[in-house]
C-alpha cells in the first residue's frame, strides 16, 4: 500500500457511525430557533463549500476555515456561529474527526434525520493550521440580486442551471434572521422537515415585494383569510434570488419538475449535495484526500 492509505486524519467506519450518532442526539434544540440545530448546520456545511472556484482550485470545505476570523467575520456568515458552538462537544467528545469532516457530516446527518435524502459522504478533509489558505470575501451568494448574480456565482464553483435550482430547495429548511442577513422569516411551514414544499410555495403564491424596516426587499405572502395576529405569525418569505428561479425560463423548467415530482428532487439534491462537499478536494484511487502537505513530500496520486 502506499503511504498515502496511512492517511492519519481519515478515521474508521465504527468511529464515523459514533459521531453521527453523537450529532443526531443534538439536533433536537428546544430553545434554539424551530426546535432543530438542523437548518444552521445545513448552512454551515454550504458555505464552507460555497467558496469554491473552480478556474483557481481555491476555497472549498476543506480546511475549516471559517474558525478564522478572515472566513468566520464574513458577514456572509452572520450566525453560523451557532452552527459551530453546537458541534464543539462533538469535537471534543471525538477529537480524531476534523472540523472541516465534521461540519460536512453535520449536514448530511441533519438532512437525513429531517426526513431528507441519503447524501453520500467521505472523510479525510484536514483542517488548515492558519488563516494563509482562507479565499477571498465575496464568494458566496447574494439574497438581494437576480438571475445574472445566481450564475456567475455558481457556475464559479461548477454547478449548472439544474444543480442551481436543486441546490437552491435546500430553503425547506430554517430561516432567515434580521439579525443575521436582514432577511426576515421562513420559507415554509414545516422548516425542519426536508421535502419540495418550497417549489411548490415558490409556484402557487402571488408573492408580493415588501420593504422591511432596515430597507432591504424581500417577497412575501400572506394568507388574507387570516386574522391580523395569525397573518404576522402564518407569513412566508421569499428572497429575491428565490423568486429569480421563478422568472428566469431556464431555472424555472427545474421548479416546475421539482415541484411536481419530490423523488426526482429528493435523487437531484443528493446527488448536488454531494458534489458540492466534494468541491476542490482530491482524491487519490484509495478515496484518500490529496492536500498540498502530502504533494510538498513528493506525494504522487
Ligand atoms: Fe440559503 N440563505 N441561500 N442556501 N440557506 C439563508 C438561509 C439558509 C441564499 C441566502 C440565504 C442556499 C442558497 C442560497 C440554507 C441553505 C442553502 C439566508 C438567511 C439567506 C439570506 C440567513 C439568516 O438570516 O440566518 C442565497 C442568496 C442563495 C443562492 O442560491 C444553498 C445552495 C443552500 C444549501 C444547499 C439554509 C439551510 C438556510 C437556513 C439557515 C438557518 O439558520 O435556519
Excluded at 430554517?174 to 409556484?203: A, I, Q
Amino acid at each position: 500500500k502506499s503511504s498515502s492509505s496511512d492517511h492519519p486524519s481519515a478515521p474508521s467506519a465504527s468511529q464515523l457511525s459514533q459521531v453521527a450518532a453523537a450529532i443526531k442526539s443534538l439536533l433536537r434544540q428546544p430553545d434554539y430557533d424551530d426546535g432543530s440545530a438542523g437548518p444552521v448546520l445545513v448552512r454551515l456545511a454550504w458555505h464552507s463549500a460555497g467558496t469554491y472556484c473552480k478556474d483557481t482550485n481555491t476555497g472549498g470545505s476543506n480546511g475549516a476555515g471559517m474558525r478564522y476570523e478572515a472566513e468566520g467575520g464574513d458577514p456572509a456568515n452572520a450566525g453560523l456561529q451557532h452552527a459551530r458552538a453546537f458541534l464543539e462537544p462533538i469535537k471534543a467528545q471525538f477529537p480524531f474527526i476534523t472540523y472541516a469532516d465534521l461540519w460536512t457530516l453535520a449536514a448530511v446527518v441533519a438532512i437525513r434525520e429531517m426526513d431528507g435524502p441519503q447524501i453520500s459522504w467521505k472523510p479525510g478533509r484536514t483542517d488548515f493550521t492558519d488563516d494563509s489558505r482562507i479565499p477571498p470575501r465575496g464568494r458566496l451568494p447574494d439574497g438581494s440580486k437576480g438571475a445574472d448574480h445566481l450564475r456567475w456565482i455558481f457556475y464559479r464553483m461548477g454547478f449548472n442551471d439544474q444543480e442551481i435550482v436543486a441546490l437552491s430547495g435546500a430553503h425547506n429548511l430554517g430561516r432567515c434572521h434580521s439579525d443575521r442577513s436582514g432577511f426576515e422569516g421562513k420559507w415554509v411551514n414545516n422548516p425542519t422537515r426536508f421535502s419540495n414544499t418550497y417549489f411548490r410555495l415558490l409556484k402557487m403564491h402571488d408573492w408580493k415585494k415588501k420593504e422591511l424596516a432596515n430597507g432591504m426587499e424581500q417577497f412575501v405572502y400572506v394568507d388574507e383569510d387570516l386574522e391580523p395576529e395569525e397573518q404576522e405569525e402564518e407569513t412566508l418569505m421569499m428572497l429575491p434570488t428565490d423568486i429569480a428561479l421563478l422568472e428566469d425560463p431556464s431555472f424555472r423548467v427545474w421548479v416546475d419538475r421539482y415541484a411536481e415530482d419530490k423523488d426526482l428532487f429528493f435523487r437531484d439534491f443528493a446527488a448536488v449535495f454531494a458534489k458540492l462537499l466534494e468541491l476542490g478536494i482530491r482524491r487519490d484511487k484509495d478515496e484518500n484526500v490529496v492536500n498540498e502537505e502530502n504533494l510538498a513530500d513528493g506525494y504522487r496520486s
